[in-house]
T-cell receptor, first 114, second 112 residues
Framework: GNSVTQMEGPVTLSEEAFLTINCTYT??????LFWYVQYPGEGLQLLLKATKADDKGSNKGFEATYRKETTSFHLEKGSVQVSDSAVYFCALTYLGPNDYKLSFGAGTTVTVRA | EAQVTQNPRYLITVTGKKLTVTCSQNMNHEYMSWYRQDPGLGLRQIYY???????DKGDVPEGYKVSRKEKRNFPLILESPSPNQTSLYFC???????????FGPGTRLLVL
């Protein structure tokens, strides 16, 4: 089936550190991949997405590349800020001719200290 | 302003007392969905709807009901809440199935 597994947290970093959150997926077809972010007390919002292999999604200094060969969609940011403290969710959606699947990872809590 | 609204935002209730959490969107989206968020489990889909009068079960539908009588509204109904339904609930919408979802602010439910 289609599912995602993401790195467990929590992750604590200092400002300007490099952030990586690993996400791998299993898929029977060609899913779309997403990273959502949840700031404290809020709902989830889209951070970035990629819809096909080798696509790179980017937003707010974050990047993730859809790697079919390693079935991964790791999230990276070169220099984090305190405002990046949030919970990050990897997700996939697969829409086939007779099938639909949506899956979220468990979430990774990131805390950035000044 | 494009938005997804949920009410109530916080609710404390007792076992067996029927409740409804409302969800409304003003973006004319076809697809709406309900999730629950629990520590260590991420988001799990309860029900989804691809259009008016079309609903389907997600991964954890037991104990919940939904209806989609109008395009903009997708209420979540707990006929007889139990303590294991204590959770944070999110409504989400997207233009079509499989596309980026827009989430409401969440409803925190405590069932005693």
């Amino acid at each position: 089936g289609n599912s995602v597994t993401q790195m467990e947290g929590p992750v604590t970093l200092s400002e300007e550190a490099f952030l990586t959150i690993n996400c791998t997926y299993t898929a029977t077809g060609y899913p779309s991949l997403f990273w959502y972010v949840q700031y404290p007390g809020e709902g989830l919002q889209l951070l970035l997405k990629a819809t096909k292999a080798d696509d790179k999604g980017s937003n707010k200094g974050f990047e993730a590349t859809y790697r079919k060969e390693t079935t991964s969609f790791h999230l990276e940011k070169g220099s984090v800020q305190v405002s990046d403290s949030a919970v990050y969710f990897c997700a996939l959606t697969y829409l086939g001719p007779n099938d639909y699947k949506l899956s979220f990872g468990a979430g990774t809590t990131v805390t950035v200290r000044a | 302003e494009a938005q997804v609204t949920q009410n109530p935002r916080y609710l404390i209730t007792v076992t067996g007392k029927k409740l409804t959490v409302t969800c409304s969107q003003n973006m004319n989206h076809e697809y709406m969905s309900w999730y629950r968020q629990d520590p260590g489990l991420g988001l799990r889909q309860i029900y989804y709807s691809m259009n008016v009068e079309v609903t389907d079960k997600g991964d954890v539908p037991e104990g919940y009901k939904v209806s989609r009588k109008e395009k903009r509204n997708f209420p979540l109904i707990l006929e007889s809440p139990s303590p294991n339904q204590t959770s944070l609930y999110f409504c989400a919408t997207s233009p079509y199935l499989g596309e980026t979802q827009y989430f409401g602010p969440g409803t925190r439910l405590l069932v005693l």
